[in-house]
């Protein structure tokens, strides 16, 4: 990457920018403003994606707690076909293609008893429909045919019968004649499969295709946009029409055709001429034009990973002392995104979370942002298991062709490690989920931030800058220094090193209750500060005394 494309660390964010001019005197209400773009940086990855030892699949999840897992496809033609019930061994199973090179993944086909539960099928079909939509081009998109307006929830598989999701596509023949029984229907499906593919691939992959047997298929499920267009599968509504049905077998055939096609894109057949080089993976290529991280693929990599490493051992998440600083607590991904983009987070720059958990919101911030990320966790459960989620987060980034910045993970105080004392002092952005950390705990946390640098950001979901605060309502952020008008009994206040602006989160955006809230951004301005001391010192030089500063 070049030099001029990468953000250094001692620039400022948008937000520092913002706060940099003169406070008001009082707190003032301000319209939210709109997010920041993320700054332009490198996304993809050289290397291929097979995942190394120690790879939790979902296969593996499932596995490991069959007894807790029921049938949910059948064969329609075969009341008597078990192979789509649960067994140790002999499960019905599907295979996923993902972007980079040599990377897939297996998915047992079974629904949870519970629905709370993880659900294979159900993130297959997410999975899918996010290589779909952010890896191909319009042109790629059409021969898988129609992207769903929704992914199937929890409870439309629990329906017995829930109706078909809405789509634009044409509506699959009612009767279905057999492939041998229509020959035309066959050759005309393959042809226009054919045309559609030829349009941005090379004769050889155009041949290719037409062997392919498990596309053609299911030729007789296709179906024409008009009278004069050619007749097409459209393969991802056909693969919601099985779910919907329960159609073991449809299913199983129409991810073989997807997957098919997926693999034409990573694998396309190598040059007549022996010398010309070999193409190149067109989905893992596709990484290359991205200028940041789309929020559907950054969403995909933690939900795949947070279920199969964190999902199982979720219980012993709630094995914490009642009313201490130690309950355990999580943001959500659309929360921690508000927060990357309020703080301007980006490549280059240095985030530290100090009470990070199973580590979900440093290896968001490394992904979304390309930024480093640091963070430090006392509760010994919570850290055994965001040491694993990052080596399983490291693989599924490489599986989705992706690349994450540089994490590190401690087990420990957070007063007491002497990486934290150091890093402090770098950091960009400081995270402090301390909603019920006791005061001793916050007072501890904010002589810490005495060494931050200026234009560095302290997140907490509490306020710790004064208790003067004011407080964000209805989408309006209020902005304020934390005392505007600097006296003689607050002068040594450490608060008042900082510039305190309040926002609004809202339903869905914590683990522990489906309320809104307010965080606070809190901006180190010693510059402020020292204008402010300034202002006080000669209104005191009349009068004998003097004053003194922390800083």
């Known amino acids: 990457m070049s030099s001029s494309s990468r953000q250094t660390s001692a620039a400022l964010s948008p937000l520092a920018n913002e706060m940099l001019s003169t406070p008001s005197t009082r707190a003032t209400s301000v319209a939210s403003p709109a997010p920041p773009p993320n700054a332009a940086r490198d996304c993809w990855i050289d290397g291929d994606g097979k995942p190394g030892p120690g790879f939790l699949s979902s296969e593996s999840v499932v596995q490991d707690l069959m007894k807790g897992y029921k049938a949910y496809f059948s064969n329609p033609l075969n009341p008597d076909d078990i192979s789509f019930d649960p067994h140790p061994t002999l499960y019905p199973y599907a295979t996923l293609e993902y972007p980079n090179t040599g990377a897939s993944e297996r998915f047992i086909l079974l629904a949870p008893k519970d629905k709370d539960h993880y659900n294979p099928i159900m993130c297959l079909e997410s999975s899918l429909h996010v290589i779909i939509e952010h890896y191909l081009s319009p042109a790629q998109r059409t021969l898988f045919g129609t992207l769903p307006t929704k992914d199937y929830?929890?409870?439309?598989?629990?329906?017995?019968?829930?109706?078909s999701p809405a789509s634009h596509a044409p509506s699959p023949p009612t009767s279905i004649p057999s492939p041998s029984s229509d020959s035309s229907a066959t050759t005309s499906s393959s042809q226009s499969s054919q045309c559609s593919f030829s349009s941005f691939s090379s004769d050889s992959s155009?041949?290719?295709?037409?062997?392919?047997?498990?596309?053609?298929?299911?030729?007789?499920?296709?179906?024409?946009?008009?009278?004069?267009?050619?007749?097409?599968?459209?393969?991802?509504?056909l693969l919601q029409r099985a779910i919907h049905k329960r159609d073991g077998p449809l299913f199983l055939s129409v991810m073989d055709a997807i997957n098919a096609l997926l693999a034409l894109f990573k694998y396309p057949p190598l040059p007549d001429?022996?010398?010309?080089?070999?193409?190149?993976?067109?989905?893992?290529?596709?990484?290359?034009?991205?200028?940041?991280?789309?929020?559907?693929?950054?969403?995909?990599?933690?939900?795949?990973?947070?279920?199969?490493?964190?999902?199982?051992?979720?219980h012993k998440l709630t094995?914490?002392?009642?009313?201490?600083?130690?309950?355990?607590?999580?943001?959500?991904?659309?929360?921690?995104?508000?927060?990357?983009?309020?703080?301007?987070?980006?490549?280059?720059?240095?985030?530290l979370d100090l009470g990070a958990g199973v580590g979900n919101v440093v290896l968001q911030a490394a992904l979304e942002t390309g930024c480093r990320a640091y963070g430090v966790e006392i509760m010994p459960e919570p850290a055994k298991i965001a040491r694993s989620q990052v080596e399983q987060f490291k693989m599924r980034c490489n599986m989705w062709g992706v690349r994450m910045g540089e994490v590190e993970l401690e087990e420990g105080d957070m007063?007491?490690?002497?990486?934290?004392?150091?890093?402090?002092?770098?950091?960009?952005?400081?995270?402090?989920?301390?909603?019920?950390?006791?005061?001793?705990?916050?007072?501890?946390?904010?002589?810490?931030?005495?060494?931050?640098?200026?234009?560095?950001?302290?997140?907490?979901?509490?306020?710790?800058?004064?208790?003067?605060?004011?407080?964000?309502?209805?989408?309006?952020?209020?902005?304020r220094s934390a005392s505007p008008a600097l006296k003689e009994r607050n002068i040594n206040d450490i608060s008042e090193l900082f510039t305190v602006t309040s926002r609004p989160y809202y339903p869905g955006s914590v683990s522990w209750g489906?309320?809104?809230?307010?965080?606070?951004?809190?901006?180190?301005?010693?510059?402020?500060?020292?204008?402010?001391?300034?202002?006080?010192?000669?209104?005191?030089?009349g009068t004998g005394r003097t004053t003194r500063s922390r800083r």
């Open 273 to 314: 001429d022996p010398w010309e080089l070999a193409p190149p993976n067109q989905l893992r290529d596709a990484v290359n034009s991205w200028t940041e991280m789309p929020q559907g693929v950054v969403q995909r990599v933690i939900d795949e990973t947070y279920q199969r490493a964190v999902g199982p051992h979720v």
């Open 206 to 237: 155009t041949s290719s295709l037409s062997s392919l047997s498990c596309i053609s298929a299911l030729s007789s499920y296709a179906t024409r946009r008009t009278s004069s267009s050619p007749p097409n599968v459209d393969y991802l509504r």
């Open 514 to 541: 489906g309320g809104a809230g307010e965080y606070f951004l809190q901006r180190m301005n010693r510059k402020d500060y020292a204008r402010r001391y300034a202002q006080v010192a000669k209104a005191l030089e």
């Open 153 to 163: 929830s929890d409870e439309d598989l629990y329906k017995p019968d829930c109706s």
């Open 319 to 351: 094995r914490y002392e009642a009313f201490s600083s130690e309950v355990y607590g999580e943001l959500m991904p659309t929360f921690v995104s508000d927060i990357v983009h309020a703080t301007g987070l980006r490549e280059g720059m240095l985030f």
């Open 415 to 479: 007063l007491k490690s002497e990486k934290v004392d150091r890093l402090v002092k770098e950091a960009d952005v400081v995270l402090v989920n301390n909603k019920v950390f006791l005061e001793p705990l916050n007072e501890a946390l904010k002589q810490k931030f005495l060494d931050l640098k200026e234009g560095a950001i302290v997140v907490s979901l509490k306020c710790l800058m004064g208790s003067g605060r004011t407080t964000a309502r209805n989408g309006i952020t209020r902005e």
